[in-house]
């Protein structure tokens, strides 16, 4: 079974322009959470999608946002890209909500000079 | 303010100790979570517990729920076992994550 994939892996981005990033969840997970890692401030929750639907939400500004469409996949978008932006992106990918295990991408590498 | 708390922040070991990390948390939980980053990013679940303890190959974790507090133990460490590992935990619509340890296991 193929294991949560995310693309692009690497991304250079100027301040001002927006990003999306992609994630495939394992097969048969219908929820993918989305988590920012930066040096300064370390793992950090975005958003978790099931179902569509955004189920929670950690405390980022709206220039973050994502979806999920009806395959499980999920994409997340930053808009009025800031320096501050620049971090690890990682998405991870369980059965449903609640109590199950997590399973992680490899992470997309954003950088915004 | 943390709501979680990991110590010690690194960790230097030879290889073929025993090794201990701690984590406390201030929020409630339904579910504490262990995780590995090795170099590069890459991130692996290792323990979800909600009570008592899980055992794994050398890797034991366990949780005091009335304490707020787990442990993540590694025994007869190696060098391969040389990495980050983090603890998180998920409150009913929330994840909070510690600072992470690094751990680095000498030959």
């Known amino acids: 079974k193929a294991g949560v994939t995310q693309t692009p892996r690497y991304l250079i981005k100027t301040r001002g322009q927006q990003v999306t990033l992609s994630c495939s969840p394992i097969?048969?997970?219908?929820?993918v959470s989305w988590y920012q890692q930066t040096p300064g401030q370390g793992l950090q929750f975005l958003f978790e999608?099931?179902?569509?639907?955004?189920?929670n939400k950690g405390n980022f500004p709206g220039r973050f946002s994502g979806r999920q469409f009806s395959n499980s996949r999920s994409e997340m978008n930053v808009s009025t890209l800031e320096l501050g932006d620049s971090a690890l992106y990682l998405c991870?990918?369980?059965?449903?909500?609640?109590?199950?295990?997590?399973?992680f991408g490899p992470g997309t590498r954003l950088t915004v000079t | 303010k943390n709501e979680v708390e990991q110590s010690p922040q690194n960790l230097t070991a030879q290889e073929g100790e025993f090794i201990t990390i701690n984590c406390s948390y201030s929020?409630?939980?339904?579910?504490l979570h262990w995780l590995q980053q090795h170099p590069g990013g890459g991130i692996v679940s290792l323990f979800m517990?909600?009570?008592g303890k899980k055992k794994h190959g050398r890797l034991i974790a366990t949780i005091n729920i009335q304490e707020k507090h787990s442990s993540l133990h590694i025994t007869a460490s190696h060098p391969r076992d040389s990495a980050v590992y983090i603890c998180?935990?998920?409150?009913?619509?929330?994840?909070?994550f510690g600072t992470g340890t690094s751990l680095t296991v000498i030959p």
């Open positions: 991870a990918s369980r059965w449903t909500p609640g109590t199950y295990e997590q399973y």
């Open positions: 097969s048969g997970h219908r929820s």
């Open positions: 999608y099931f179902s569509e639907t955004q189920r």
């Open positions: 929020v409630g939980i339904s579910a």
């Open positions: 517990l909600s009570s």
């Open positions: 998180a935990v998920a409150t009913g619509n929330q994840f909070y």
